[in-house]
């Protein structure tokens, strides 16, 4: 889960226009858990953090681990065939066979928050790494890949921006009278 407090004084000035206006802020605030959904959503698509730096490759276990999923990906003479060379060429970090840790996000409203969040179990351990000599059942280190943004470094300028956009639609339509 990540929360984040929004200091950018142009979409500070502009929720509290909302409200000032009478507005019920749980519609922009639904809106801006979407966009953050799908920022988040976006990292594994790119394999790389808020921020733009890639993840980690994944280790050579489990690539080992893809490759003996089938028989196919290797040759009667035991080496990888073409299709595994392909199966390794596709294998992103942190996207396995049912996809579930990176499509499992959600954005919930509380009162004048929101916050996204991940049901998928292993959501914590991929984000914030961990050692096998800290999670002896691990098959080895895994390193930090953060799908969230990090509260010391900000928000991303895409994800400023793209908030910022959702609250000038709300205000726009507030104006309006929409």
């Known amino acids: ?29 639904m809106g801006i858990g979407e ?40 040759t009667k ?22 996809k579930t840790l990176s499509t499992q996000f959600h954005s919930t409203v509380l ?3 929101v916050s996204v969040t ?10 914030f790494g961990g050692t096998k000599a800290e999670f002896p059942h691990l098959w080895g280190d895994i390193p930090a890949r953060s799908y969230f943004p990090d509260p010391e470094r900000g928000l991303p300028e895409e994800l400023s921006q793209d908030i910022l956009g959702v609250l000038r639609i709300a205000l726009q339509n507030a104006v309006d009278g929409s």
Do not use: C
């Open 1 to 29: 889960m990540f929360n984040f407090e929004i200091t950018e004084s142009n979409a500070v000035e502009a929720f509290n226009r909302l409200i000032s206006l009478g507005e019920d802020p749980s519609g922009v605030l």
């Open 35 to 74: 966009v953050a959904t799908e920022f988040t959503k976006q990292r594994f698509v790119e394999s790389a953090d808020p921020y733009g730096t890639p993840w980690e490759p994944n280790a050579d276990a489990t690539l080992r681990n893809v490759l003996h999923g089938s028989q196919k990906n290797f």
């Open 77 to 98: 003479k035991g080496n990888v065939s073409a299709r595994g060379e392909l199966v390794l060429a596709g294998k992103k970090p942190l996207i396995g066979d049912s």
């Open 111 to 113: 009162g004048e928050s």
């Open 118 to 127: 991940s049901i998928a179990v292993q959501a914590a351990m991929q984000h």
